[in-house]
């Protein structure tokens, strides 16, 4: 076989290492290729982990990560259909003097923003999305983590905090070496439990 047709099939295998999924199995690559425009934004803010951080969006991935950074850093993907809307979408990053607040602003019901974030370990998380994923990985509170859903996916692993509460509508959750007591709130026809232990449904874990 001639050298070249190596070199491709050789780069064609590198590509698709690069676009596998960087959430748990079965779950979706973090850049959605469906939109015709998107663009990256970083951000990175002094944070202690006895602080709150609240993250709000409307549809799209978010990946939340503990890490045991005095920082948080967070990685922003917006999505549109055209110029014009990706320019209109954007995210309000607001720091008072114990707390962190993330949102986006309008029109962001007309694209998508897919979050990427790293939290101290001990932080307050409360993360509120309308419909999407949410995936939680390795992340630590002192006191409460708090997480609410509308429609969509929901994932934790190797997640730790005295309380986790959980509100979902329609959609499925699944938990992976979650310590603490977790207090899960479903509702809706299209709930679906996924792996869920069963002593921790009910919040008695």
């Given amino acids: 076989m001639d050298n070249r047709i190596w070199l491709w099939v050789a780069l064609g295998l590198v590509l698709l290492l690069l676009m596998r999924p960087l959430g748990p199995p079965g779950t979706e690559p973090f850049l ?3 939109y015709a425009h998107r663009e990256v934004q970083d951000y990175t803010l002094d944070l202690f982990r006895q602080d709150q951080v609240r993250l709000e969006n409307v549809r799209g991935v978010v990946e939340v990560h503990g890490w045991p950074e005095r920082l948080l850093r967070l990685e922003v993907v917006k999505y549109a259909d055209d110029p014009q809307t990706l320019k ?6 607001r720091k008072e003097t114990t707390s962190v ?7 962001a019901a007309l694209g998508r923003l897919d979050y990427r974030v790293w939290v101290p370990f001990g932080v307050r998380l409360e993360l ?3 419909a999407g994923r949410i995936h939680l990985v390795g992340v630590q509170s002192l006191t409460e983590i708090s997480v609410e859903l509308e429609a969509g996916e ?5 997640v730790k905090a ?3 509460l959980l509100r979902v509508g329609a959609g499925r959750v699944q938990l992976r070496e979650v310590q603490g007591r977790v207090d899960l709130q479903a509702g809706g026809k299209g709930f679906h439990p996924g792996s869920i232990p069963k002593r921790t449904q009910g919040g008695d874990r």
């Fill in 32 to 34: 959605d290729r469906s």
């Fill in 88 to 93: 209109g979408i954007g995210v309000e990053l």
């Fill in 101 to 107: 607040r993330v949102a986006p602003t309008a029109p």
């Fill in 128 to 130: 509120r999305q309308e």
């Fill in 154 to 158: 929901l994932w934790l692993e190797e």
């Fill in 162 to 164: 005295p309380r986790i």
